[in-house]
């Protein structure tokens, strides 16, 4: 059967001409957002993910600030850096590149970052507010799955959705989304039984494992649709997804190809959040 390509790569061009109008209409108003990545260590592909992010910000107006710093830092300095960006009125966003080294204490180092300028939305608070329904921001990466899914006509309310692995990141906002979008949701993980048969349920199949091509043809129903948030290089440098693409789109009616699928998506709500954040901390200065 034919399949629809869930295009990511095109979806989030479109977004980002959009936001770079409002970006514009901000400007005439004096106002520019504003995002910090701070980088701890030489991670190569947290360093990608930085350049991507300062080029996304470039391309829509959004000014940017990176702090890189050696994979020595200490945890106090580190902080001391999150408590003055977040009293620096220029910076609307701020983004804490993960992972981090081990001897720095991740949630301490989250939890560190003013609320209203969490724009992955890892602080508890608005991980509160995402399971009520209130968010401020909505998680990058699940909030890109919903626009990609929304963008194509496919219709979540009603539908069975399946996500396999139950990350913070990933795997617990999707569900949380999927759920406010009135699809019935099952989230499974490394205990979850027979997990071929609870997958072939779906109507809608997210994989959120992190394992290369994990998910074979034999744990989709024909007709599904196919969400793949995983990103692995293969022994010979080449990148592939959690879904075995070759064999899934064959029965799949929508999937997304990796690269280019939900990738692009995270980094467009990435902007989105920002832009969210600048408009708001406006109001208030305005209030």
């Known amino acids: 059967m034919a399949y629809t390509s869930l295009n990511g790569k095109d979806l989030a061009k479109r977004m980002k001409q959009s936001m770079a109008q409002e970006v514009k209409a901000l400007s005439e108003q004096g106002i520019t957002p504003g995002l910090a990545v701070v980088i701890v260590g030489n991670d190569p592909a947290s360093r990608i993910y930085v350049n991507n992010k300062k080029k996304d910000c470039a391309e829509v107006g959004i000014r940017s600030f990176e702090y890189a710093l050696p994979e020595e ?30 001897h720095l204490n ?64 990933v795997g617990k906002p999707m569900s949380m989304l999927m759920l406010h979008a009135n699809a019935t949701v099952t989230v499974c993980h490394s ?17 959120a494992v992190g394992k290369p091509d994990f998910i074979t043809k034999d744990y989709v129903k024909k007709g599904a649709v196919v969400i ?58 305005l209030s």
């Open 106 to 169: 991740e949630g301490r180092v989250i939890r560190r970052i003013s609320p209203e300028k969490d724009v992955d939305a890892f602080h508890p608070y608005n991980v509160g507010e995402l399971m009520i329904g209130n968010m401020i921001f909505s998680p990058c990466t699940p909030a890109g799955v919903m626009e990609l899914l929304k963008d194509a006509g496919i219709e979540v309310s009603g539908k069975n959705c399946v996500i396999v692995g139950r990350s913070n990141i």
């Open 73 to 102: 830092t200490g945890e106090e300095e580190l902080l001391e850096l999150i408590d003055a960006l977040n009293q620096d009125s220029a910076v609307d966003g701020i983004l804490v590149q993960l992972p981090i080294p081990r």
């Open 228 to 285: 793949d948030v995983g990103i692995n290089r293969k022994e010979d440098g080449s990148m592939t997804g959690d879904v075995d693409f070759a064999e899934v789109s064959k029965i799949a009616s929508a999937i997304t190809p990796v690269p280019g699928g939900v990738g692009p998506m995270t980094r467009a709500m990435l902007l989105k959040n920002t832009i969210k954040a600048c408009k708001m901390h406006k109001n208030k200065r």
């Open 191 to 207: 205990k979850t039984r027979d997990l071929a048969s609870v997958c072939r349920e779906a109507d809608i199949l997210i994989a």
